[in-house]
C-alpha cells in the first residue's frame, strides 16, 4: 500500500515538473501594445464596437484590423488617446456612432418583475436581486454598456447620464505643460 502511494506521488511530482518546464520552456507573451490599448479603452465591455468587449477590441486595434473611432463610451478623448498612443491622424466616429455621455441604469421597482434576464446580460455583475424580486442598481459599478435595455420584457430599466461632479470631471480643452526657464 506504501509502495503504491509513494508511486503515484513520484509520477505526480514527475508530471508536475514537466507542466512547469512547459509552461516556462513555450510561455507566450502577451503584446504590450495590445495592454496599453486596452488601458485606454473604457473598460464597459458593451460591444458597441462591434466586439465582444475592450480587451477583443485592443487586439484587433493592435493587429491593424479596426479603426479607432468605433468606441462610443470612449468619446472623442478615448479616439484622441488611441491615435497618440497608434501614431495615426485622429478621425470622427463611424458610421452610425456617435459618442455617449456616461450613465448609469436605472430600474424601475414598480414595474421590475424579477425575470433576471437583466441580471444575465450584465457584464459587470452590476445589477443585484433575485428571481422574482425586484433588482436594483449598484451605480458604482455600472459601466452604463446598455446591455440590460434589449432584454427587458417590460422596459423597466433607464439609463441617466451621471451629473458633473467633482469626481468626474475633465477639462474640455488639452492642457498645456509649462516651460521651464532656460
Excluded at 37 to 49: E, F, H, N, R, S
Aim: hydrophobic content about 40%; charged content about 20%.
Amino acid at each position: 500500500m506504501l509502495s503504491a502511494i509513494l508511486i503515484m506521488a513520484g509520477i505526480g511530482l514527475f508530471l508536475g515538473a514537466i507542466l512547469g518546464w512547459s509552461s516556462v520552456r513555450y510561455r507566450i507573451d502577451e503584446d504590450p501594445l495590445v495592454e496599453k490599448i486596452d488601458a485606454v479603452l473604457p473598460q464597459t465591455q458593451c460591444g458597441q464596437c462591434g466586439y465582444p468587449g475592450c480587451k477583443p477590441y485592443a487586439e484587433a486595434l493592435a493587429a491593424g484590423d479596426a479603426d479607432i473611432n468605433r468606441c462610443p463610451p470612449g468619446g472623442e478623448e478615448g479616439i484622441k488617446r488611441l491615435a497618440e498612443l497608434l501614431g495615426v491622424e485622429p478621425k470622427p466616429f463611424g458610421e452610425g456612432m456617435a459618442p455617449k455621455p456616461k450613465a448609469v441604469a436605472i430600474i424601475d421597482e414598480n414595474t421590475c418583475i424579477g425575470c433576471t434576464l437583466c441580471i444575465q446580460a450584465c457584464p459587470v455583475d452590476a445589477i443585484v436581486g433575485a428571481a422574482k424580486q425586484m433588482h436594483t442598481v449598484i451605480a458604482e459599478q455600472c459601466t452604463g454598456c446598455e446591455l440590460c435595455l434589449p432584454p427587458c420584457p417590460v422596459d423597466c430599466i433607464r439609463m441617466e447620464p451621471l451629473p458633473e461632479t467633482l469626481e468626474n470631471w475633465k477639462w474640455r480643452y488639452p492642457v498645456i505643460p509649462l516651460r521651464k526657464a532656460a
